[in-house]
């Protein structure tokens, strides 16, 4: 085994392969180290989370170490049949890197019998072991911006569906209308670890009917204290500190891109740390309170007026305020950061998905971005406490074209990259670009990383603040909403005391990289 750090609160234990990885996986997952919390299996390494203040990367690899990588014999598990139109965009391509013709790989590909090794990069997305090894193909070299959902590929020795539109760099063979997550089932995802896969040739066979519309899920208006919506923004979504625990769904945790902003909008108001509240980005958002309400704003300093039958005055941000019935507030631009976050006192009452408010642009899951006319409750009952009187935000948010200097643990593949390359992570600027998202800042930098090792790494278990570097050699910093797996190297992470600031640097800015010494109890 090897045992590579992956930030400030994970390790990446590398082993053989994918039999011992998912031996690993059970092990772990059947007698659990004290401390560890969620595991990613992957295709020969397992992720393990674990809690910096009740253990730390040497217990953990002694208590792993040990233990052995034999796979137990498994049942088999249910059989799941996927009709497939074989009519994919790659289709030749793969049947020319085989040295086959296209009606022998739909033949060799409905042949197997596949398992669902283990989950990741999007809710219900299967990595699915076990196919003919001659059709063991190479990643795209230039990913695609959007794969329609339903979409069959392959990618190495894995077959996958895409359960959604989405990027993606997979060969793509096909498409089936088998929905493989659905948010509607008692258990979403449709295929499960340890489940059997074959796919069948569904030519000349008539799609199904669209599935039957169901009712909407939200609650219905109560006529109680609530938030109305005057006018709204794209870039604003219900938050909280997340979904964690779900990665067995392919689900990673999500919630608001600076948590630090979310606990001190909720401690202005007197709620729990992590009650539903609204991430704003850019502005652009006019509310109307229905009933005497409180409310906090932290994070990006926005700019906030209250309108009254009196008129309409300026208010600071980072302090409570009260809003009586019919009074509207309008939250502008910020100065500075990015992210904003309006909390009201009691939480927003909006429907859970798997135990979270939290809204994941790249899972889709969550509730949908407010629009005009949308009335948010706020929810009945909440345990509160005294409003505070300041937020105690941090230092100054980085406007446009600063330089913000952001703490990092080298790893887990730092071994992938040139010592060139290592210098020029830390020794050089790097502008964040318009193409920043809540899934990872897009990164541009004068001199691109240069790898040591060449072709592909297999698919493994990612972590916010890490610093993927695709083939072009920029790296993305993965913010809240990342994959939960990836196949591109990591060559640091940012510390988690910084992973708050990274998601607040605006498109223009600057960072620069310093890499700090991990201490034994897992953080620097």
Request: charged share 20%.
């Amino acid at each position: 085994m090897r045992f590579l750090p992956a930030g400030s609160g994970a390790l990446l234990v590398e082993v053989a392969d994918l039999d011992q990885a998912l031996a690993l996986f059970a092990s772990l997952r059947d007698e659990p180290v004290e401390g560890v919390g969620e595991l990613v299996p992957a295709a020969r390494t397992v992720l393990v989370r674990f809690d910096p203040d009740r253990t730390e990367p040497r217990r953990i690899a002694a208590a792993v170490a040990g233990r052995s990588l034999a796979r137990a014999a498994a049942a088999d598990g249910e059989l799941v049949e996927v009709p497939v139109h074989y009519d994919g965009e790659d289709l030749d391509e793969v049947a020319r890197l085989c040295g086959f013709s296209a009606e022998e790989v739909v033949r060799r590909h409905t042949a197997a019998t596949y398992s669902v090794a283990f989950t990741g990069f999007a809710p219900g997305f299967a990595y699915l072991a076990g196919g003919d090894p001659a059709l063991h193909v190479p990643r795209r070299r230039s990913p695609r911006t959007s794969i329609p959902a339903g979409s069959v590929g392959l990618a190495g020795e894995f077959s996958g569906v895409y359960p959604r539109a989405s990027p993606g760099g997979w060969q793509l063979l096909g498409r089936t209308d088998v929905p493989v997550w659905d948010l509607g089932r008692e258990v979403p995802a449709l295929l499960q670890p340890g489940a059997r896969v074959r796919f069948t040739d569904a030519a000349g066979t008539p799609a199904p009917p669209p599935p039957a519309a169901r009712d909407a899920v939200d609650a219905p208006d109560d006529g109680g204290p609530a938030l109305v919506v005057v006018a709204t923004a794209p870039l604003i979504l219900v938050q909280d500190l997340g979904r964690p625990g779900h990665a067995g769904l392919g689900v990673s945790a999500s919630g608001a891109v600076d948590r630090g902003a979310l606990r001190r909008a909720n401690l202005l108001v007197g709620n729990a740390p992590g009650a539903a509240a609204l991430e704003v980005a850019g502005g652009g958002l006019r509310l109307r309170a229905r009933g005497n309400l409180v409310v906090g704003l932290a994070g990006a300093p926005a700019a906030l007026t209250r309108s009254t039958p009196r008129g309409n005055r300026s208010v600071p941000a980072g302090t409570a305020l009260a809003l009586d019935d019919g009074e509207e507030l309008l939250v502008g631009p910020a100065p500075a950061g990015v992210y904003s976050v309006l909390a009201v006192r009691g939480g927003l009452a909006v429907d859970l998905v798997l135990g979270s408010a939290a809204t994941d642009v790249l899972a889709g899951i969550g509730p949908p971005p407010p629009r005009a006319g949308d009335v948010l409750r706020v929810r009945d009952g909440a345990a509160l406490s005294a409003v505070a009187l300041d937020a105690g935000d941090p230092s100054p948010l980085p406007a446009a074209g600063d330089v913000v200097t952001l703490d990092v643990v080298p790893g887990p593949r730092a071994d992938w990259f040139t010592p060139a390359a290592l210098a020029t992570l830390t020794a050089q600027e790097w502008t964040v670009t318009p193409r920043s998202n809540r899934v990872g800042l897009r990164l541009h930098g004068e001199a691109p990383l240069e790898r040591a090792q060449p072709g592909e790494l297999p698919s493994e278990g990612t972590v916010a603040g890490a610093l993927q570097v695709p083939p072009d050699g920029q790296p993305v910093l993965f913010t809240a909403d990342h994959p939960l797996t990836g196949g591109y190297p990591v060559i640091a992470c940012v510390a988690a005391h910084h992973l708050g600031l990274a998601a607040q640097v605006p498109a223009t800015g600057r960072l620069r990289f310093r890499v700090v010494p991990q201490t034994p109890g897992g953080t620097p």
